[in-house]
């Protein structure tokens, strides 16, 4: 009888230990500003990196990123995706294979699809501009912040300038650094020189800064308060396509792979995430293909551009790799998946399913 009541207890230990851990899990959220599948999945393309209209210094980007096969060129691309998230993720959205990813909004443009992505359903009737409006809608950001577990563990990083009010800064209490904002209260030594060195290294751009700032910001956000939900919003990929450069395009690309895969190493040697925490990475829009100067552009009248993808890899995802079967997902799918995980409802106003990842 004695042995019997020993061995419940021990089984309830380890049923609280496994319950506990479930809820205790953390999301990295990422998206790079309209960066294409056709790149994700294929590498450079051969219509453009050998195209001088977008590419000066062609010997040099070629050796970089040509290769005679797309498997190969994709992972001289992003070689962390595809030498290691292929093996313990999930890689979707490759049209070739089958695996689609769209964008539910009619808009096609950076606002209605970061405002999907961040609150699972489409707005066209309110969010019809990338103006700094604030969000009449409320992002998983601000509910996970609002819950007793999440209370103060959420905060977003991006490049561009709008994102404080498309996570309705004032509103959702979600700290945001964004645009060219420098680091504010207890300052690290790192963070000081961040400051120093954003105000010294000019952007090409008036409202989007340069992705190294935000990365580093985000960073050393992580060590130091250790947030539960974090999103960090690349941009340069846009940027760079809108102004049909190609060579910074890829080289964006290439970095941007670089500065997850560090993230990921820094997750898996500290004792607050190691082993805890889910990566989802995506994209607000994709771009054109045909004619092909429409690669630098998007929106409605852009044929395409509401193709996207969504990798994802960490705690509990299934190593699945790239997904090569008929599949349909949408951005919509990605707040209640990410609200799934972390132990919290999901609100009935939300449109999309979540995602069994
Ligand atoms: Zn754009």
Redesign the pocket.
Known sequence: MKNKILLLMAALVAFLKISAQDSDTKVILITLD?YRWQELFTGADPLLIGNKDYVHEMDVLKEAFWRETPEERREALMPFFWTQVSKMGQLHGNRNLGSKVNLTNGMW??YPGYNEILTGTADDKNIRSNDKIENPNTTILERYNKTSEGKGKVAAFGSWDVFPFIINEKRSGVPVNAGFETATGNLNEREKFLNELQGQVPSPWGSVRLDAFTHHYALEHMKKEHPKLLYISYGET?DFA?DGEYQAYLKSAHNTDALIKELWDFTQQDDFYKDQTVFIVTTDHGRGTEPLDTWRS?GADIKGADQVWMVTFGKGVQPLGEVKQEEQLFSNQFAPTILKILNTSIPKEIKGQPLKI
């Open positions: 309209g443009f950076s846009d809108h998007h």
